[in-house]
């Protein structure tokens, strides 16, 4: 009889080798995680922050800011997920700094906005990557309540759950040219997406805006990935 090493193949094993060799590389969270027994963040005394004296403070749990610099982390970060609350006040406009290549320069890293809305940029409401991505949807809660975050980086992939909701799941390589995003609006980066440090610090911005509104963080924690 005719012999077919393609039938030959055809079991179990092969189809489950198959599925493996096709699964995607990157698989961010599908819900938010137990954090429980994850790392803080910061520490209780901010002794694993660069900060300005008096920037940031701890009030009963809660990360608050008092002035509009950022608070920095010492240790840079390449692969994790961040999770983290936040609740802002009528006019609050602050957000997470993701990989930072320059403290000093602010369009050196990705930041997702923390907004009571949005601002006058491209894609600059709540929840965004900011001038680059909007979320699918509008997930923010009443002004007031606390948000929640969940921020995958995996490489090129950066990834945010949204109070519950997966908002976004993109691939930085997919912005190839500076000043311009995939969709063909411009954007304020003088280098292009693709090209942006993917190990660096984490910040949260201070009091940002014309009206200084206060903002706050809780259960700020990070899993590193392999």
Same mark, same amino acid.
């Not at 709540?126 to 949807?137: F, H």
């Not at 975050?149 to 990834?159: E, K, L, Q, Y």
């Not at 040219?177 to 949260?204: C, H, M, Q, W, Y």
């Given at each position: /009889?005719?012999?077919? $090493?393609?039938? @030959?193949?055809?079991?179990?094993? +092969?189809?489950?080798? #198959?599925?493996? %060799?096709?699964?995607?590389?990157?698989?961010? /969270?599908?819900?938010? $995680?137990?954090? @429980?027994?994850?790392?803080?963040? +910061?520490?209780?005394? #901010?002794?694993? %922050?660069?900060?300005?004296?008096?920037?940031?403070?701890?009030?009963?749990?809660?990360?608050?800011?008092?002035?509009?610099?950022?608070?920095?982390?010492?240790?840079?970060?390449?692969?994790?997920?961040?999770?983290?609350?936040?609740?802002?006040?009528?006019?609050?406009?602050?957000?997470?700094?993701?990989?930072?290549?320059?403290?000093?320069?602010?369009?050196?890293?990705?930041?997702?906005?923390?907004?009571?809305?949005?601002?006058?940029?491209?894609?600059?409401?709540?929840?965004?990557?900011?001038?680059?991505?909007?979320?699918?949807?509008?997930?923010?809660?009443?002004?007031?309540?606390?948000?929640?975050?969940?921020?995958?980086?995996?490489?090129?992939?950066?990834?945010?759950?949204?109070?519950?909701?997966?908002?976004?799941?993109?691939?930085?390589?997919?912005?190839?040219?500076?000043?311009?995003?995939?969709?063909?609006?411009?954007?304020?980066?003088?280098?292009?997406?693709?090209?942006?440090?993917?190990?660096?610090?984490?910040?949260?911005?201070?009091?940002?805006?014309?009206?200084?509104?206060?903002?706050?963080?809780?259960?700020?924690?990070?899993?590193?990935?392999?």
């Amino acid at each position: /009889p005719f012999f077919s $090493p393609m039938k @030959s193949l055809r079991t179990p094993a +092969f189809f489950a080798a #198959l599925l493996v %060799a096709v699964a995607p590389l990157f698989a961010a /969270p599908a819900a938010h $995680p137990d954090t @429980s027994s994850w790392q803080s963040l +910061f520490a209780t005394d #901010l002794a694993d %922050a660069d900060l300005k004296a008096g920037s940031w403070i701890w009030e009963n749990g809660t990360l608050v800011a008092r002035t509009h610099d950022t608070i920095w982390t010492k240790k840079p970060y390449a692969n994790f997920v961040l999770d983290l609350e936040f609740k802002v006040a009528k006019e609050s406009n602050s957000g997470v700094f993701l990989r930072s290549g320059n403290t000093k320069q602010v369009l050196s890293a990705l930041e997702i906005q923390v907004h009571e809305s949005a601002d006058s940029a491209l894609n600059g409401e709540v929840g965004s990557i900011y001038n680059a991505k909007a979320p699918a949807k509008k997930m923010a809660k009443p002004t007031g309540e606390w948000n929640r975050f969940t921020i995958t980086c995996d490489g090129s992939r950066v990834a945010l759950i949204f109070n519950g909701e997966q908002v976004y799941n993109v691939d930085l390589n997919d912005w190839k040219e500076p000043k311009k995003n995939p969709d063909g609006t411009a954007n304020k980066f003088p280098v292009a997406l693709k090209d942006f440090s993917r190990n660096g610090p984490i910040g949260l911005q201070g009091l940002h805006g014309k009206a200084q509104a206060p903002v706050w963080y809780r259960n700020v924690r990070i899993r590193e990935l392999k």
